[in-house]
């Protein structure tokens, strides 16, 4: 707080004559020079009295001071969802359902732990424990609720004072998230050039001879491994999106998203300002034609069969009847039986649609492209690109360098 008094008298306006107390304190967290509610007093000694009173009011508990007082380690994690909860940091209803879990599944199974000794013991039980509370009997993966847990809590640590005092607990999670046994965003495999290739090539030959029913299907993951988005954003793409932009290539406009969780398209791209798109990479020609000729090809059969609903969704649920009526893709697994197929001729039971989005985010910095770039065409901000598709591999170069031969031939 200010050490000396601080008001001047004022000459205009509806506390004209009266005196001015302003008292200024240097935030002891961010170092930012702070100033408390201005306050009036009629005479010189009244201010000086309130000024004395302003300077030695009780000041807001640091971050650290509350978190010294909830040592706890579920405590302090309720504490901290919480703050996120009220700062509208969680957006969507299902992102508040998240944090509110996580909230109860550690006050669960780590009541008496402390943030000081969590180790990777705690964590790694913390998480078995709620896979069986859940019966998640497949590998860990990010989108499970253990898995967004433990994602939470990696966060937890990173970000409160918690981490700086036991940096334990964060190394811990890391560990853990990088077991070969636990798919994660840092363990989704990521395909060389040839590997990459190769699975366009399956699709490609699948989009040939798939029935009108699983077409969009196999559209949709040959999306993926031009583009890299992500699923949701595969899912909400229609024959409209497919544009010439100002390079005068074909892209990918990317400018909705729908929500498995919630069931529902939503404007807000991630990475962007709601209502704002962005364009994908160039996409082939073969992928375009197969597109158009996709499109006629589906009018016919809607028209055909008189069903009336807008031929705009590529990958429209049409072997469900209230989910064709509604205009929305298919909900449950929707890649499930693509990436089935590929997981078998690739022999990578671990491949997701984001082993595609990590391998192209790679390429993309091994030619050259600069991070912030790349963090543009991949919708992320380049600290979240660095964070999540770099910095996870342990020695980032050797895994650009494996992509150089090829992409330079």
Do not use: C
Not at 49 to 75: G, I, V
Not at 212 to 225: C, P, V
Not at 255 to 279: M, Q
Request: no cysteine.
């Amino acid at each position: 707080m200010a050490k000396s008094p601080t008001f001047t008298k004022v000459k205009d306006g509806k506390h004209k004559g009266e005196y001015l107390i302003r008292v200024q304190y240097r935030d002891v967290e961010t170092g930012k020079l702070k100033s408390l509610p201005r306050k009036y007093a009629r005479t010189k000694s009244d201010a000086l009295k309130l000024w004395s009173e302003m300077t030695n009011q009780p000041k807001t508990p640091t971050s650290q001071e509350k978190f010294q007082q909830n040592t706890l380690l579920a405590t302090s994690f309720e504490h901290w969802a919480n703050q996120r909860l009220d700062a509208g940091l969680a957006r969507s209803e299902s992102a508040r359902q998240r944090l509110n879990r996580s909230i109860e599944i550690v006050n669960k199974f780590a009541p008496r732990v402390t943030v000081e000794n969590t180790t990777q013991v705690t964590i790694g039980t913390l998480i078995r424990s709620t896979q069986e509370a859940h019966a998640e009997k497949w590998k860990l993966t990010t989108n499970g609720v253990a898995g967004k847990t433990a994602t939470q809590l990696r966060q937890f640590f990173d970000e409160t004072q918690g981490y700086r005092q036991n940096p334990v607990p964060k190394r811990a999670i890391e560990i853990f998230f990088l077991l070969d046994e636990i798919e994660s965003s840092g363990g989704a495999p990521v395909l060389t050039w040839e590997q990459l290739e190769k699975t366009r090539k399956f699709v490609m030959s699948k989009v040939r001879t798939a029935s009108i029913f699983d077409t969009g299907a196999w559209l949709g993951t040959w999306l993926a491994t031009e583009t890299g988005a992500r699923t949701g954003e595969i899912l909400g793409a229609e024959f409209g999106d497919i544009h010439q932009n100002n390079q005068e290539v074909i892209v990918f406009n990317i400018s909705k998203f729908f929500n498995l969780t919630e069931d529902r398209f939503t404007s807000h791209v991630k990475a962007r300002i709601t209502g704002e798109n962005r364009d994908s990479l160039a996409l082939s020609d073969e992928l375009v034609t197969a597109l158009r000729e996709f499109e006629k090809r589906r009018k016919k059969f809607l028209d055909a069969n008189h069903i009336d609903v807008a031929n705009k969704l590529v990958m429209l649920d049409i072997k469900r009847v209230k989910r064709t009526a509604e205009a929305k893709p298919a909900r449950i697994a929707p890649f499930e039986v693509q990436l089935e197929a590929l997981r078998k001729l690739m022999k990578m039971p671990n491949l997701t649609v984001y082993s595609f989005r990590k391998t192209i985010a790679i390429q993309l910095v091994a030619d050259g492209v600069p991070i912030a770039q790349v963090a543009q065409i991949m919708g992320h901000t380049p600290e979240t690109l660095m964070r999540y598709y770099i910095k996870p591999q342990g020695t980032p170069l050797d895994v650009l360098n494996m992509f150089n031969d090829k992409r330079a031939s």
